[in-house]
Antibody, heavy 120, light 108 residues
């Protein structure tokens, strides 16, 4: 079945970076975009950006420009989201989600989420 | 960047019909998608585009759009429909996505 499996929980200190992985299975990885969405505890969903796994093209929310990098390794059908200069406000659950073609922002398959905690 | 505005909370009696709305300038150009999220779970896509339901989504869920407002309608709400609902769409200022703030649906 189609699924996205994310890496495990992370605890980071302020100023550090975190890299979350998202492994796709059950479909052709390069045929669908990947979005990254985060959710702080008790808060709403926040769209961070998208990546086209075929071309490597990306688009980031203005809020994260300069701090986020989305990459992929097509040989292992895995997408990555790296967030740098972490601060306490970045503590959240981070989701990857598959985007429907051609509308990447319609997200039909979601990973279970990766909890990132930023604390000194 | 665009913003999408949702009512924070809505309630409906069991078996009745409820409409959850989402407003934003980008909705004049792009259709919304809608997500259901239950506590401790990842969101689930329930409606996308003009009015499309992914496989497995009950047909009591439907979508519509007019002007700058998108709506998710649940006809005959069930207890299991109690959840947070989020709209999202494309940002009208560029190739970026944007979510509404979410609506907490209570089924009475």
């Amino acid at each position: 079945q189609v699924q996205l499996v994310q890496s495990g929980a992370e605890v980071k200190k302020p100023g550090a970076s975190v890299k979350v992985s998202c492994k796709a299975s059950g479909y052709t990885f390069t045929s669908y975009d990947i979005n990254w969405v985060r959710q702080a505890t008790g808060q709403g969903l926040e769209w961070m950006g998208w990546m086209n796994p075929n071309s490597g093209n990306t688009g980031y929310a203005q809020k994260f420009q300069g701090r986020v990098t989305m990459t992929r390794n097509t040989s292992i059908s895995t997408a990555y989201m790296e967030l740098s200069s972490l601060r306490s406000e970045d503590t959240a659950v981070y989701y990857c989600a598959r985007g429907l073609v051609p509308y990447y922002y319609y997200m039909d398959v979601w990973g279970k989420g990766t909890t990132v905690t930023v604390s000194s | 960047s665009s913003e999408l505005t949702q009512d924070p909370a809505v309630s409906v009696a069991l078996g009745q019909t409820v409409r959850i709305t989402c407003q934003g300038d980008s909705l004049r150009s792009y259709y919304a998608s809608w997500y259901q999220q239950k506590p401790g779970q990842a969101p689930v896509l329930v409606i996308y585009g003009k009015n499309n339901r992914p496989s497995g989504i009950p047909d009591r869920f439907s979508g519509s759009s007019s002007g700058n407002t998108a709506s998710l309608t649940i006809t005959g709400a069930q207890a299991e429909d109690e959840a947070d609902y989020y709209c999202n769409s494309r940002d009208s200022s560029g190739p970026r996505g944007v979510f509404g703030g979410g609506t907490k649906l209570t089924v009475l």
